[in-house]
Every structure is written in C-alpha cells, then in structure tokens.
C-alpha cells in the first residue's frame, strides 16, 4: 500500500462513520414521528398511552387538538411532535 493511501483511508472511515450516524438519527426520526402520530390517534379516539421502551412521550391538550411529543436521548435528544383532532363527543 501506497504513503498516499494510508493518509487518506483514517479520513475515509472517518466520513463512513460520520454518514453512518446522520443515517441513524434520520431513522430514528422517523420511527418517533410514527410512534408520536400513533400515540395521539390513539388518545384522539379515547384509548390510554401505551408504553414504549426507550421512548418518553409528552400529551398537550388545546381545545379539540390533542398533540403528542414523542422523544428518545441518543448522543442528541431527538424529538417528534403529532396532533389528532379529538373524536366523540
């Protein structure tokens, strides 16, 4: 192996990790907006909170609105917010 090749391979893996974790935080993202949107359904048409490991959830209440806030600590805190209009009466 060339001098030029092991200079540049640290800074290779480097980026790859660096991508890698971007990746991460975008999926997770994404499931907490999933697991947020599902947990204020559920409260809109009148059933309980259910309980994910992991995964803390905040409920606002404003008028007919009922938003949940859904958040998981990584290296960052990442957080995801879902409102349903209440269902009934």
Partial sequence: M???????????????AGILGVFQLGLTQLQLSREAFSQARELAI??????????SFEVT???????????????IEVEAEACQFKHGL
């Fill in 46 to 55: 009148g059933n309980q909170l259910a309980k994910l490991p992991g995964t």
């Fill in 61 to 75: 209440e404003s008028g007919n609105w009922i938003c949940v806030t859904a958040s998981r600590k990584l290296l």
């Fill in 2 to 16: 060339t001098a030029e090749f092991m200079l540049l391979f640290p800074t290779l893996v480097l980026a790859l």
